[in-house]
């Protein structure tokens, strides 16, 4: 089955940070496949602008390079030379004036103006104040930028003022890169597009809800980074707090950017203060050869978090009485992620002898195999009494689709393309961020008090014991993780 591609009005988009790990990683291979998908008319320029004193053969090469290294199977597509042939280079200068009356000779005039900022927030206003400056941004560009969006409210809050100076909110694209996967939009497809779920959604028939983002690497490579930012940061702040949103929120009346993110917004608004003893934090230690965190981010002394679980309630209506387990984090048993909405057992069995009960749970499984899994209690085959047992309804999206999972889009191409189309409903408003820090930051704010180090926890594991015993208590279990 083939989805039905919508070419793109014509731009020009300039990737500021075009020579960085996201670019080379993400944003180019990204581009590329839509490129080859045919969704770009011929004229759209692509412009690399970083520091380095590159040329734009050197970019073009470098590029190819890039799609080798992170989409091996497309090394090779003929649609490659022309992709290449759309990219340009400017050498500039964030800070200073170097490069940008060459960024405004490059930009054409009549097409639509995107600005991917893929560098570190302290250039955000720099480069906003130039483009304004320069007269290369206009009122119908887009500016398009990454996490981390600000380390706390202060400083959210500080960088929404200072892009608030040049563009105004509709021009501003706040990246989730999980609001891009296919997996989390169908979040919405599956509760608004169906008549079968939606009125078992609350606290009168859910029991809780499971969100586990497990990885396997550590942090090696991007240390100092994280060594900053640490799990709550880095995963739970955004992606994980997205997840909740569109789990929790209440049907907007239409899918469109004010809609959906005022919903979102009131979830968060609602999210009850975390309890100390509702949230567990660890850091992975070494195992034989394999270095441990401290070594990892070169800092023995570190008491940033690689992981965290937490228990969190929203106090409204709906979600009444029903609690959200969340955790993620790095070198965990498996690469897995997985959103859990485990059902209240039936009331009253009218089966005897027929086994343990078991709730319905709805797993939908954003990776690895993006796809559903309900289970369902049947009758065990066989003469002799009323055996249950539970079994799975399982469905991979891809075989569904009947597609063999490799040509599932990435959430950068569906991003980038929206941030052309103009559609900001899979972006985070400024008003989500900074109510999404107001959660998290007395949080941090206890642990950096207190001093005190994070649960140390095997690679290869579930994570810390004491995050075991967050549900155990409440006579409840974490789903295994697995692939
Ligand atoms: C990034 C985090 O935003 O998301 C990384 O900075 C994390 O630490 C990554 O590994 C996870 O994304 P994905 O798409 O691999 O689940």
């Known amino acids: 089955m083939v989805s039905r591609l919508i070419q793109v009005e014509d731009f020009d988009l300039v990737i500021f940070g075009a020579t960085g790990d996201l670019a080379r990683r993400k944003i180019l291979p990204g581009l590329f496949r839509r ?7 011929d004229t759209v320029r692509i412009i690399g602008a970083a520091r380095t ?17 992170f989409d091996p199977a497309r090394a090779q597509s003929p649609d490659l030379p022309a992709f290449l042939d759309r990219l340009h280079y400017v050498a500039l200068d964030a800070t200073g004036d170097e490069g940008w009356a060459q960024l405004s000779a490059l930009m054409r005039p009549g097409v639509i103006r995107a600005f991917y900022f893929s560098v570190a927030p302290v250039l955000f206003g720099a480069l906003a104040e130039r483009l304004a400056g320069h007269g290369i941004a206009d009122g119908d560009s887009r500016i398009v930028v990454e996490k981390p969006f600000g380390r706390d409210l202060g400083s959210a809050r500080a960088l929404n003022e200072t892009l ?16 891009g996967k296919e997996t989390v939009q169908n979040l919405m497809a599956v509760r608004f597009a169906n008549m079968l779920f939606e009125p078992l959604w609350n606290a009168h028939y859910i029991d809780h809800v499971q969100i586990t983002v497990a990885e396997t690497m550590g942090v090696a490579g991007r240390g100092a980074y994280y060594d900053q930012s640490g799990a709550m940061r880095d995963m739970i ?3 994980l707090m997205q997840l909740v949103c569109l ?16 919903e979102k917004l009131k979830v968060i608004r609602a999210l009850e203060p975390l309890a100390p003893g509702d949230i567990v934090r660890g850091q992975y230690v070494a195992d034989g050869d394999t270095p441990g965190y401290l070594d990892d981010v070169e800092n023995p002394d570190s008491r940033t978090e690689s992981f965290v679980a937490l228990k969190l309630r ?33 009331p009253h069995s009218i089966f005897d002898d027929s086994g343990p009960q078991k709730a319905n749970q709805l797993v939908i499984r954003l990776q690895p195999n993006e796809g559903m899994n309900l289970k369902v209690m049947i009758k065990e085959p066989g003469p002799g009494g009323m055996r249950l047992v539970q079994v799975p309804l399982d469905m991979s999206f891809a075989e569904a689709l009947g597609r063999d999972g490799t040509d599932m889009p990435d959430a950068y191409e569906r991003l980038i393309t929206d941030v052309i189309r103009g559609n900001q409903t899979l972006f985070m408003r400024g008003d989500e961020v900074e109510a999404a820090w107001a959660w998290t930051d007395p949080v941090i704010a206890a ?8 649960e140390p926890y095997d690679p290869g594991t579930s994570g810390p014991e004491e995050s075991l015993g967050l549900m155990h208590r409440d006579g409840r279990r974490w789903r295994e993780i697995k692939t």
Request: hydrophobic share 40%.
């Open 247 to 262: 789990i929790a929120m209440e049907p907007p009346y239409h899918f469109d950017p004010a809609a959906v993110r005022d």
């Open 164 to 179: 608030a100076r040049h563009f105004d909110e509709g021009q501003i694209y706040r990246i989730d890169h999980y609001l």
């Open 35 to 41: 490129h080859a998908a045919g969704q770009f008319p």
């Open 53 to 69: 004193a590159t040329d734009e053969a050197a970019f073009r090469a470098d590029t190819a390079a890039a799609i080798a290294e």
């Open 237 to 239: 702040q955004n992606h």
């Open 314 to 346: 929203i106090a409204n209506w709906r979600w009444q009485g029903v609690p959200f387990y969340l955790r993620t984090g790095k070198r965990l048993r498996a690469r897995t992620s997985e959103i859990a909405i485990v059902f209240r057992l039936p």
């Open 447 to 454: 642990w950096e008090a207190s001093k005190t180090q994070p």
